[in-house]
Protein backbone atom coordinates (compact mmCIF):
# COMPACT_ATOMS: atom_id res chain seq x y z
CA UNK A 1 0.00 0.00 0.00
CA UNK A 2 1.11 3.31 -0.78
CA UNK A 3 2.45 5.04 2.30
CA UNK A 4 1.43 9.17 3.14
CA UNK A 5 2.98 11.73 4.40
CA UNK A 6 1.95 14.70 6.12
CA UNK A 7 3.91 18.35 5.50
CA UNK A 8 5.01 17.77 8.82
CA UNK A 9 6.24 14.39 8.06
CA UNK A 10 8.18 14.58 5.07
CA UNK A 11 9.66 18.36 6.62
CA UNK A 12 11.07 15.61 9.57
CA UNK A 13 12.40 13.08 7.28
CA UNK A 14 13.91 15.40 4.80
CA UNK A 15 15.50 17.14 8.21
CA UNK A 16 16.55 13.65 9.33
CA UNK A 17 18.26 12.92 6.07
CA UNK A 18 20.13 16.09 5.85
CA UNK A 19 21.08 16.79 9.48
CA UNK A 20 21.65 12.74 11.00
CA UNK A 21 22.19 11.13 6.88
CA UNK A 22 24.69 13.85 5.89
CA UNK A 23 23.31 14.32 2.82
CA UNK A 24 22.40 17.99 1.72
CA UNK A 25 19.42 19.51 0.51
CA UNK A 26 21.49 20.22 -2.63
CA UNK A 27 21.74 16.09 -3.20
CA UNK A 28 17.93 15.74 -2.46
CA UNK A 29 16.89 18.55 -4.80
CA UNK A 30 19.18 17.41 -7.80
CA UNK A 31 17.58 13.83 -7.01
CA UNK A 32 14.22 14.74 -7.41
CA UNK A 33 15.02 16.89 -10.41
CA UNK A 34 16.76 13.33 -11.82
CA UNK A 35 14.00 11.56 -11.25
CA UNK A 36 11.76 14.24 -12.41
CA UNK A 37 13.44 14.19 -16.36
CA UNK A 38 13.12 9.91 -15.95
CA UNK A 39 9.59 10.43 -15.69
CA UNK A 40 9.05 12.87 -18.16
CA UNK A 41 11.46 11.38 -20.58
CA UNK A 42 10.02 7.88 -20.23
CA UNK A 43 7.78 8.59 -23.21
CA UNK A 44 4.08 9.35 -22.16
CA UNK A 45 4.72 12.90 -22.28
CA UNK A 46 5.29 15.71 -25.46
CA UNK A 47 8.55 16.99 -24.36
CA UNK A 48 8.70 19.27 -27.88
CA UNK A 49 7.86 22.97 -26.01
CA UNK A 50 8.05 22.17 -22.08
CA UNK A 51 7.62 25.23 -19.98
CA UNK A 52 8.28 25.15 -15.95
CA UNK A 53 7.10 27.45 -13.79
CA UNK A 54 9.27 28.20 -10.84
CA UNK A 55 8.41 29.24 -7.38
CA UNK A 56 10.70 30.84 -4.73
CA UNK A 57 11.31 27.66 -2.39
CA UNK A 58 12.19 24.31 -2.50
CA UNK A 59 9.55 23.16 -5.18
CA UNK A 60 10.89 25.91 -7.17
CA UNK A 61 14.63 24.82 -6.88
CA UNK A 62 13.67 21.39 -8.45
CA UNK A 63 11.66 22.68 -11.06
CA UNK A 64 14.84 25.31 -12.01
CA UNK A 65 17.42 22.10 -11.49
CA UNK A 66 14.77 19.86 -13.74
CA UNK A 67 14.71 22.69 -16.44
CA UNK A 68 18.71 22.43 -16.59
CA UNK A 69 18.59 18.84 -16.84
CA UNK A 70 15.95 18.88 -19.95
CA UNK A 71 18.12 21.59 -21.24
CA UNK A 72 21.10 19.44 -21.16
CA UNK A 73 19.18 16.78 -22.62
CA UNK A 74 18.37 18.84 -25.36
CA UNK A 75 14.29 19.05 -24.72
CA UNK A 76 13.72 22.47 -25.39
CA UNK A 77 12.38 24.60 -22.11
CA UNK A 78 11.76 28.03 -21.09
CA UNK A 79 12.02 28.33 -17.18
CA UNK A 80 9.63 31.27 -15.73
CA UNK A 81 9.51 32.42 -12.68
CA UNK A 82 6.33 32.93 -10.48
CA UNK A 83 6.96 35.76 -7.58
CA UNK A 84 9.89 38.30 -7.49
CA UNK A 85 13.02 36.57 -7.61
CA UNK A 86 14.00 39.16 -4.78
CA UNK A 87 11.92 37.16 -2.10
CA UNK A 88 13.62 34.07 -3.56
CA UNK A 89 15.42 31.49 -1.12
CA UNK A 90 19.32 30.74 -1.55
CA UNK A 91 18.57 26.75 -3.03
CA UNK A 92 16.32 28.88 -5.66
CA UNK A 93 19.10 31.44 -6.20
CA UNK A 94 21.84 28.77 -6.21
CA UNK A 95 19.79 26.46 -8.88
CA UNK A 96 19.30 29.74 -11.11
CA UNK A 97 22.84 30.16 -11.24
CA UNK A 98 23.40 26.59 -12.73
CA UNK A 99 20.67 27.36 -15.24
CA UNK A 100 22.41 30.42 -16.18
CA UNK A 101 25.66 29.04 -16.52
CA UNK A 102 24.33 26.28 -18.54
CA UNK A 103 22.47 28.61 -20.46
CA UNK A 104 18.71 27.64 -19.55
CA UNK A 105 16.02 29.85 -21.49
CA UNK A 106 13.99 32.22 -19.57
CA UNK A 107 10.82 33.60 -20.09
CA UNK A 108 9.17 36.96 -17.63
CA UNK A 109 5.48 35.56 -19.56
CA UNK A 110 4.19 32.87 -21.08
CA UNK A 111 1.52 32.20 -23.58
CA UNK A 112 0.00 29.43 -21.73
CA UNK A 113 -1.39 27.78 -25.14
CA UNK A 114 1.73 27.45 -26.79
CA UNK A 115 3.79 24.91 -24.60
CA UNK A 116 3.32 20.76 -25.11
CA UNK A 117 4.06 20.84 -21.42
CA UNK A 118 3.64 23.09 -18.33
CA UNK A 119 5.65 21.71 -15.11
CA UNK A 120 4.21 23.09 -12.05
CA UNK A 121 7.10 23.57 -9.62
CA UNK A 122 5.36 26.78 -7.85
CA UNK A 123 3.98 25.28 -4.46
CA UNK A 124 4.74 21.88 -2.94
CA UNK A 125 4.22 20.71 0.49
CA UNK A 126 5.56 24.38 2.07
CA UNK A 127 2.29 25.82 1.35
CA UNK A 128 0.68 27.15 4.36
CA UNK A 129 -2.10 29.65 3.10
CA UNK A 130 -4.04 31.08 0.27
CA UNK A 131 -2.58 31.27 -2.84
CA UNK A 132 -2.08 34.91 -3.35
CA UNK A 133 -4.71 36.45 -5.57
CA UNK A 134 -2.84 37.42 -8.77
CA UNK A 135 -1.53 33.84 -8.44
CA UNK A 136 -5.25 32.68 -8.20
CA UNK A 137 -6.29 34.40 -11.49
CA UNK A 138 -3.31 32.45 -13.39
CA UNK A 139 -3.66 29.33 -11.90
CA UNK A 140 -7.50 29.64 -12.99
CA UNK A 141 -7.16 30.82 -16.37
CA UNK A 142 -4.52 28.24 -16.89
CA UNK A 143 -7.27 26.04 -16.14
CA UNK A 144 -8.99 26.95 -18.66
CA UNK A 145 -6.69 25.98 -21.09
CA UNK A 146 -6.46 22.35 -22.52
CA UNK A 147 -2.92 22.08 -21.75
CA UNK A 148 -1.10 18.93 -19.90
CA UNK A 149 -0.11 19.72 -16.44
CA UNK A 150 2.87 17.84 -14.64
CA UNK A 151 3.32 18.85 -10.84
CA UNK A 152 6.40 18.22 -9.20
CA UNK A 153 5.21 16.95 -5.29
CA UNK A 154 2.16 18.53 -5.28
CA UNK A 155 0.24 20.63 -7.47
CA UNK A 156 0.23 24.29 -6.61
CA UNK A 157 -2.65 24.98 -4.38
CA UNK A 158 -3.21 21.83 -2.91
CA UNK A 159 -3.00 21.60 1.35
CA UNK A 160 -0.15 18.57 1.70
CA UNK A 161 -2.49 17.35 4.59
CA UNK A 162 -5.80 17.89 3.23
CA UNK A 163 -6.25 18.42 -0.18
CA UNK A 164 -7.64 21.19 0.25
CA UNK A 165 -7.75 24.09 -2.64
CA UNK A 166 -6.38 27.10 -1.08
CA UNK A 167 -7.86 29.73 -3.35
CA UNK A 168 -6.90 27.94 -6.37
CA UNK A 169 -5.13 24.87 -7.46
CA UNK A 170 -3.35 23.94 -10.93
CA UNK A 171 -5.27 20.48 -12.56
CA UNK A 172 -2.53 18.46 -13.16
CA UNK A 173 -2.21 15.29 -15.61
CA UNK A 174 0.46 13.73 -13.45
CA UNK A 175 2.39 14.19 -9.91
CA UNK A 176 5.75 13.26 -9.45
CA UNK A 177 5.87 13.06 -5.40
CA UNK A 178 9.20 12.71 -4.10
CA UNK A 179 9.61 9.89 -1.45
CA UNK A 180 6.45 9.55 -0.54
CA UNK A 181 3.07 10.74 -1.76
CA UNK A 182 1.73 13.57 -0.01
CA UNK A 183 -1.93 12.74 1.83
CA UNK A 184 -3.19 15.95 -0.12
CA UNK A 185 -2.73 14.29 -3.25
CA UNK A 186 -5.07 11.40 -2.11
CA UNK A 187 -7.89 13.03 -0.35
CA UNK A 188 -10.29 15.98 -0.69
CA UNK A 189 -10.40 17.72 -3.93
CA UNK A 190 -6.32 17.14 -4.36
CA UNK A 191 -6.90 13.48 -5.33
CA UNK A 192 -8.84 15.21 -8.42
CA UNK A 193 -6.10 17.58 -9.43
CA UNK A 194 -2.85 15.42 -8.98
CA UNK A 195 -4.53 13.06 -11.16
CA UNK A 196 -1.61 10.01 -11.65
CA UNK A 197 0.33 10.13 -9.03
CA UNK A 198 4.17 8.71 -9.58
CA UNK A 199 6.38 8.47 -6.52
CA UNK A 200 9.78 8.80 -7.05
CA UNK A 201 12.88 7.08 -4.43
CA UNK A 202 15.26 10.71 -3.99
CA UNK A 203 17.16 8.81 -1.37
CA UNK A 204 15.45 10.26 1.78
CA UNK A 205 16.29 8.38 4.81
CA UNK A 206 13.77 7.25 6.98
CA UNK A 207 14.69 7.02 11.22
CA UNK A 208 14.20 3.51 11.91
CA UNK A 209 11.55 4.49 14.81
CA UNK A 210 9.63 6.95 12.23
CA UNK A 211 5.78 6.69 13.36
CA UNK A 212 3.55 7.51 9.97
CA UNK A 213 0.52 9.12 11.51
CA UNK A 214 -1.59 7.68 8.73
CA UNK A 215 -1.28 4.05 8.46
N1 LIG B 1 14.01 20.58 1.78
C1 LIG B 1 14.42 19.49 1.16
O1 LIG B 1 15.34 18.86 1.58
C2 LIG B 1 13.74 19.00 -0.07
C3 LIG B 1 12.67 19.73 -0.62
N2 LIG B 1 12.05 19.33 -1.73
C4 LIG B 1 11.10 20.18 -2.42
O2 LIG B 1 10.80 21.31 -1.63
C5 LIG B 1 9.40 21.46 -1.50
C6 LIG B 1 9.10 22.12 -0.20
O3 LIG B 1 9.84 23.34 -0.20
P1 LIG B 1 9.46 24.55 0.76
O4 LIG B 1 9.29 24.02 2.12
O5 LIG B 1 10.47 25.61 0.50
O6 LIG B 1 8.03 24.98 0.28
P2 LIG B 1 7.40 25.44 -1.11
O7 LIG B 1 8.41 25.49 -2.18
O8 LIG B 1 6.18 24.63 -1.27
O9 LIG B 1 6.94 26.95 -0.74
C7 LIG B 1 7.91 27.94 -0.53
C8 LIG B 1 7.60 28.86 0.62
O10 LIG B 1 6.57 29.77 0.29
C9 LIG B 1 5.93 30.23 1.47
N3 LIG B 1 4.47 30.09 1.27
C10 LIG B 1 3.69 29.06 1.60
N4 LIG B 1 2.42 29.25 1.20
C11 LIG B 1 2.40 30.47 0.58
C12 LIG B 1 1.40 31.23 -0.06
N5 LIG B 1 0.13 30.79 -0.18
N6 LIG B 1 1.74 32.42 -0.59
C13 LIG B 1 2.99 32.88 -0.51
N7 LIG B 1 4.01 32.21 0.09
C14 LIG B 1 3.71 31.02 0.63
C15 LIG B 1 6.43 29.39 2.61
O11 LIG B 1 7.36 30.16 3.31
C16 LIG B 1 7.12 28.23 1.90
O12 LIG B 1 8.18 27.70 2.62
C17 LIG B 1 8.84 20.08 -1.68
O13 LIG B 1 7.51 20.09 -2.10
C18 LIG B 1 9.78 19.50 -2.71
O14 LIG B 1 9.38 19.86 -4.01
C19 LIG B 1 12.60 18.21 -2.50
O15 LIG B 1 13.52 18.76 -3.36
C20 LIG B 1 13.30 17.21 -1.63
C21 LIG B 1 14.24 17.76 -0.68
K1 LIG C 1 4.12 21.99 -7.53
Do not use: W
Not at 18 to 31: K, N, P
Not at 98 to 113: M, T
Amino acid sequence: MTQLVTGDEIRAIEAYTITDGALSAEVLTERAAMAALNVLAAGHFDLSKVLVLAGLGGNGADGIALARLLHQAHIPVTLQFVGNLKRANQAVLNQLKAANAAGVSRSEKSDFKEPSLIVDAIFGAGLNKDLPEGLQKMVKAANHIDNTVVALDLPTGIDADTGEVRGAALNAKATIAFGFEKAGCARGQGKKMAGRVMTQNIGLITPTDFTFSIQ
